[in-house]
């Protein structure tokens, strides 16, 4: 089955103004973006849908494997073009119906005619139109209530415009038509999927992760750069910023008393967030926080972390489940890369008795008596930074 264009549909039909325009060229660039290597395709945007073009058939073909994929897009449909005469519809309308499954469905015609010389007036189109499908494919059951197949036809002066099949698409908002923010990302199942959720409400990002070497390994590090990579796949590329936290953490532990180093550990790296933050352009900072799921993510404990900064903190996982979440894991793909055993900076630096209620004053108190601002400068400046995906000529190793 040859396709003459794809008709893409928006979701969020409540954008109105200046940020439709702004939605609709973020995804178009995202579109263009996805669909890179593919030489013949076209896209046309309009004001609540876009068209995209490709001379090539199998530029067509990738284009519908790889446009699910990108956020902003409600569906999509494959369009077939003829000329508009009754013959020449009936036999694309045969063919459009046959490039899909036909056994036990229902479907329907809807005729638009916006060609009004079209001689046939439109219900009598529906009933020709239909009767033939029904000839060709006696297995067809009709109904005019939410049929399975709608066969649209569009009779427009440049010719008839056939399609029968939707492609749901990913929903959301084009990643980067709602800003720039700054995940924390760990090696964990959360912080991944906190990412995810952000960049369908059109968020771009960048990642900062914490690592700890020696007590950290290098395939922890891999991980991380796997799970950015993976990220990168669901809209635009991935900044990944890893600090060097060492030192840092060898000092909580030694200054601070352990029932509060868990806390003083969170607000340091916040601290180090926001500044890297700052210096990359981002609004918020996003993290895979899930309230009362560990002693840190108490709301004492937010609080007193939080105290740190006036920066928005966005927790999209802040109400749900683990099941939930690992639910999304596993449907976007990190979740096998997650489970990998290497353990982060917190698992191996966190004390056996953390406080669930700490309070904010008390670690402010201990956290007093070591300066920790050089320190904080200085895993800000020595920062390493890789852009996900990696270019083809540097191989992880490189990196190391
Ligand atoms: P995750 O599954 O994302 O690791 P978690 O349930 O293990 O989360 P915590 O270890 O308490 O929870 O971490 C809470 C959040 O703090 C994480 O979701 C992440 O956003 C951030 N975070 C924790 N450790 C790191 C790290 N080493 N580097 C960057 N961010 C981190
Ligand atoms: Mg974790």
């Not at 579109?31 to 030489?39: F, H, R």
């Not at 076209?42 to 849908?49: A, F, L, M, Q, V």
């Amino acid at each position: 089955m040859e396709w003459n264009e794809l008709l893409i549909r928006y979701g969020e039909m409540s954008l109105k103004g200046r940020n439709r325009n702004v939605f609709v060229k973020k995804l178009r660039d995202n579109i263009k973006d996805s669909l890179s290597g593919l030489k013949t395709v076209i896209i046309k945007p309009e004001r609540d849908r876009m068209f995209l073009y490709a001379e090539d058939q199998h530029d067509m073909k990738e284009a519908i494997a790889r446009l699910p994929f990108v956020f902003g897009i409600q569906s999509f449909s494959p369009v077939a073009k003829c000329e508009a005469t009754l013959e020449a519809i009936k036999e694309k309308a045969i063919e459009v119906i046959g490039a899909d499954e036909t056994a036990g469905k229902t479907f329907k015609v809807e005729v638009k005619r916006t060609d009004k010389r079209f001689p046939l007036v439109t219900s009598e189109l529906q009933q020709e139109i239909g009767a033939h499908v029904l000839r060709s494919f006696p297995e067809l059951g009709v109904k005019m209530k939410k049929p399975d197949i709608v066969l649209l036809i569009d009779i427009r002066v440049e010719g008839a415009f056939l399609t029968a099949k939707v492609y749901e698409g990913a929903g959301g908002m084009p990643v980067g038509s709602n800003g720039h923010s700054l995940l924390m990302l760990s090696g964990g199942i959360d912080s991944p999927v906190a990412g995810y959720l952000m960049m369908k409400r059109g968020v771009s990002i960048d990642a900062i992760h914490f690592a700890s070497p020696p007590f950290t390994s290098e395939l922890a590090k891999k991980k991380v750069m796997d799970l950015a990579e993976k990220l990168s796949s669901f809209g635009a590329s991935v900044r990944l910023h890893i600090i060097p936290f060492t030192e840092i953490q060898q000092t909580i532990v030694s200054q601070v008393p352990d029932n509060v180093s868990m806390t003083t550990t969170r607000r340091i790296m916040l601290q180090i967030a926001d500044k890297v933050r700052e210096e990359e352009g981002a609004l918020a900072v996003i993290t895979g926080e899930s309230l009362g799921q560990v002693a840190s993510q108490t709301l004492e404990s937010l609080t007193a972390i939080n105290a740190v900064t006036a920066t928005p903190i966005l927790r999209p996982l802040i109400a749900t489940d683990k099941l939930e979440i690992i639910n999304i894991a596993q449907s976007i793909g990190t979740y096998e890369i997650s489970i990998r055993p290497y353990e982060d900076c917190c698992t191996i630096f966190s004390p056996s008795n953390p406080k669930t209620k700490p309070k904010l004053e008390k670690v402010a108190f201990y956290e007093s008596f070591t300066d920790f601002e050089p320190m904080i400068e200085m895993a800000v400046e020595s920062r390493m930074t890789v852009e996900l995906p990696l270019s083809e000529k540097d191989g992880f190793e490189d990196l190391l």
